[in-house]
């Protein structure tokens, strides 16, 4: 863990992180969490449209487009964006340990200014569990898997229970995506009761 704050660092009790059986195999396609997600739904014209792979071990890869909605300066991805979409890839993580995880903490280096349109092939692994705390490192690189690596974060995830969304988020949106099958589904490869 190369994380440089306090609070990314895993602590001695840290354990290595292991990978659900059924988690989803290398190379398949994991899909949004939520369709309505700016980082990876579909259903978000300017979202990040984010398409994440599982990766072996508690790994995963997703490459992003920049597009023009995504600009900060002229022609060039807004750092905000870039921090989202090692956000989104981090939190794909979810899938591969089978456990629902919100952001804690997500320290970003910004390396190298990206274009419009780029594509930027992510990366991320899960390096240590500590209770509910997952660390894990996201690297994201210019064209492809041997690009220049243009955006960095290592990250401390916080595992929540589906309650966490229930309780929190505004009631019409939560009330859509109870009726909605397919997120119930969704939410399911997570908890057997939600
Ligand atoms: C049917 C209904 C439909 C539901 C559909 C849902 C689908 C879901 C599927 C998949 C979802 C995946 C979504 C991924 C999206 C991309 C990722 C994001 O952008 S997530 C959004 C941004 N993040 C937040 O909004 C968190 C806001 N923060 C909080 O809610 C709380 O602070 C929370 C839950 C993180 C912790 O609160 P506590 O009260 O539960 O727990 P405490 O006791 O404070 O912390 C537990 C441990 O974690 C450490 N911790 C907490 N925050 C930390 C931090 N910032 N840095 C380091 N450590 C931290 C603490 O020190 C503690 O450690 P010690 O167990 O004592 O050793």
Not at 25 to 51: I, K, M, N, V
Request: glycine share 12%; proline share 8%; aromatic share 6%.
């Amino acid at each position: 863990m190369s994380g440089t704050s306090t609070g990314l660092m895993p602590p001695a009790d840290a354990v290595t992180p292991v990978r659900h059986p059924e988690a989803p195999a290398p190379g398949e396609l994991l899909g949004a969490h939520y369709g309505q997600c700016f980082g990876c739904g579909g259903g978000q014209p300017h979202g990040l449209q984010l398409e994440a792979r599982a990766g072996d071990g508690v790994s995963v890869t997703a490459e992003f487009t920049v597009r023009p909605a995504h600009q900060g300066a002229p022609g060039l991805a807004h750092g905000g964006v870039l921090a989202t979409a090692l956000d989104e890839t981090l939190g794909s993580l979810n899938w591969l340990l089978r456990v629902v995880s919100v952001t804690g903490r997500l320290e970003t280096d910004f390396l190298l200014p990206v274009p419009v349109d780029t594509v930027l092939y992510l990366e991320a692994e899960v390096t240590a569990v500590a209770g509910r705390k997952i660390y894990s490192t996201a690297t994201g690189r210019i064209g492809g898997p041997d690009g220049p690596v243009a955006v960095r974060a290592d990250a401390v995830f916080i595992e929540v229970k589906v309650d966490h969304f229930i309780e929190n988020g505004r009631p019409a949106e939560i009330r859509a995506a109870m009726n909605d099958p397919d997120q119930i589904r969704r939410v399911r490869a997570f908890e057997v009761n939600p």
